[in-house]
């Protein structure tokens, strides 16, 4: 059983003049229990949309989805799902500590429970000194850590975050890292759509790539990293007036006894056995990768 399966999930709407618009266009989807999966796009790619049809907040044209094996146009699939919507909006003349005890009362958590999660998951925001204050004086920021906080008191399976970083300042965007990933550790999937590559880089098991309402690229992160690498680094240290050429390469620049060279990859083992056999110190290697956002990139601009 997947965490979360879509099979051909389509959604049109109609645009000016009658005319039809392809939100989403087949979707087939599946991510895994415990797998932080990364749902990466431009603006307007489909990435909202396609969240709400998970949820059920909207219908598909075609197409099926499921949570945790149930279908979710069902309100049952939803009962173990943390869910953070793109621009979440709240009742604002409740305080902090009133709105998430409200949320998990529709857990129906047991009272001391629910307390004790309360407290824990408006530290864990830090948001704990303003607790019992209107919402309505809350930042940007502040609203948005109110909203992680309510998809984590009832400690659910399946977390779906639409831009959970969204508003946050750096230590708010290193905070939300560091629960995603506590929340993989724990064995719980989580699916949170984004726009900067670096969230994904950080914290992703997998990554999505959608381009106006198309699913154009799925992979692990990993596999990404490791097919992007373009060459190498190498710092040399030398010791006396040795030959600085290696395998025909010439150093980028030299500073004192220590000299760099850039390595292609197809060079770099006839480079290294030439270094190997003058007995020259190698003090350094460096990887030279093509990054996430250089694949993304190429993905969104490709004709």
Not at 76 to 96: H, I, K, M, T
Request: charged share 25%.
């Amino acid at each position: 059983m997947k965490a979360i399966e879509t099979t051909g999930l389509c959604k049109q709407f109609k645009g000016k003049k009658m005319t039809r618009v392809d939100a989403l266009k087949s979707l087939d989807l599946q991510i895994e229990k415990g797998e932080v999966f990364g749902f990466l796009g431009p603006n307007g790619a489909g990435k909202s949309t396609t969240i709400k049809l998970i949820m059920g907040l909207l219908k598909p044209t075609a197409g099926t989805a499921s949570i945790m094996g149930k279908d979710s146009s069902t309100t049952d699939s939803r009962r173990q799902v943390g869910f953070l919507p793109e621009n979440p909006a709240f009742y604002d003349y409740l305080s902090a500590e009133e709105y998430i005890t409200f949320v998990g009362s529709q857990f129906s958590m047991e009272s001391s429970l629910l307390k004790r999660r309360t407290e824990d998951v408006l530290k864990r925001l830090d948001l704990w000194e303003a607790r019992k204050r209107p919402m309505r004086g809350y930042s940007k920021g502040m609203v948005q850590r109110v909203g992680l906080a309510q998809t984590l008191v009832h400690d659910p399976d399946v977390y779906i975050l639409d831009e959970p970083m969204s508003g946050l300042d750096p230590i708010g965007r290193a905070l939300v890292k560091d629960i995603i990933l506590d929340l993989k550790r724990r064995g719980k999937c989580v699916f949170f759509s984004t726009h900067i590559t670096d969230d994904v880089e950080k914290v992703c098991d997998r990554v999505g790539v959608i381009v106006k309402g198309s699913l154009v690229a799925v992979d692990r992160v990993e596999n990404i990293m490791r097919s992007g690498v373009e060459g190498y680094l190498v710092h040399l240290r030398f010791q006396d007036s040795a030959s600085r050429n290696f395998a025909g390469i010439e150093p980028l620049r030299t500073a004192g006894s220590t000299s760099e060279f850039y390595v292609s990859c197809s060079a770099f083992n006839a480079f290294m056995g030439e270094v190997n056999a003058a007995g020259v110190e190698v003090a350094l290697v460096e990887t030279k990768r093509r990054d996430l956002e250089d694949f993304f990139l190429s993905l969104v601009n490709k004709p």
